[in-house]
């Protein structure tokens, strides 16, 4: 049976409070001077019981615990950081990229200013809800008519995707929600490159999923003020 991080942490604390107690018991010598007078000098020497057996134990849990933080915790915490960093660019290139397919089918022609506007959900809204989703529509119609378009738009979903499995499988994740919404993402991005019941318009599904993405918009909940997926990542 596998042992949550969090678990283990608990336990460590747990042994490292002992410990700390432990080595403040067995020592044989005076309590730390800058101790003296407080409200801890009383309880220490409470505490103070001389054991070189404890003091020993103690001492060499601490400063096993010490190593271990340094060579095991500190490159796993360096990992987490870097594999978050590395998602969190992916994912703002994701919807960049997107966006310019998408301005590519609706439009043609487009700046690097207006793409950059469009990954702010509200303003992507407005852009395409313009004349009664005129915009939208049109993006929708280029897709369909423009098979390149259409699978330039499944290659950049396949790399997000293939991204977050990589996080899947090299971070340990304790919060089930993000596993929820990272295992929801890839598994409906497969359906919809797969599944039949999206093939006959195709077009149609995977406008609604990149709606919900740029458009922070639920068909369930409605409007979303919070990107879910970049929250997501932001609580690796």
């Known amino acids: 049976m596998k ?5 283990i942490n608990f336990v460590l604390l747990i042994l490292t409070t002992i410990s700390i107690f432990g080595v403040i018991a067995g020592s044989k010598e005076n309590i730390l001077g800058i101790l003296k007078g407080t409200i801890f000098e009383q309880p220490l020497y409470k505490l103070h ?5 404890i003091f020993s134990l103690s001492g060499g ?8 933080f340094l060579v095991v915790k500190l490159p796993e915490i360096r990992k987490r950081e870097i594999i978050k960093n590395n998602i969190s660019i992916h994912y703002q290139h994701f919807k960049e990229d997107t966006i310019q397919i ?12 207006l793409v950059r506007k469009l990954c702010d959900y509200k303003e992507f809204q407005k852009f395409f809800s313009e004349n009664n989703h005129q915009k939208w529509y049109d993006a929708l119609n280029g897709l369909q008519s423009n098979q390149d378009l259409l699978n330039d738009l499944l290659v950049e979903m396949e790399l997000l995707t293939n991204e977050i499995s990589y996080v899947l499988d090299n971070v340990e994740i304790a919060d089930e929600k ?3 919404v ?9 359906k919809l490159k797969t599944a039949s019941v999206f093939s006959y ?3 149609k599904y995977l406008g609604n999923f990149m709606w919900g993405i740029l458009a922070q918009w639920s068909f369930i909940d409605g409007q979303r003020e919070e990107d879910i997926i970049q929250e997501m990542i932001n609580k690796l």
């Open 201 to 203: 318009d195709q077009v």
């Open 182 to 190: 990272f295992k929801s993402l890839s598994s409906h991005v497969y």
């Open 3 to 7: 042992v949550s991080n969090r678990s």
């Open 178 to 180: 993000i596993m929820t």
């Open 102 to 113: 998408l301005l590519s089918a609706s439009i043609g022609t487009y700046n690097s200013e």
């Open 61 to 68: 849990f601490l400063i096993s615990l010490f190593f271990w």
């Open 49 to 53: 019981i001389g054991n070189e057996i």
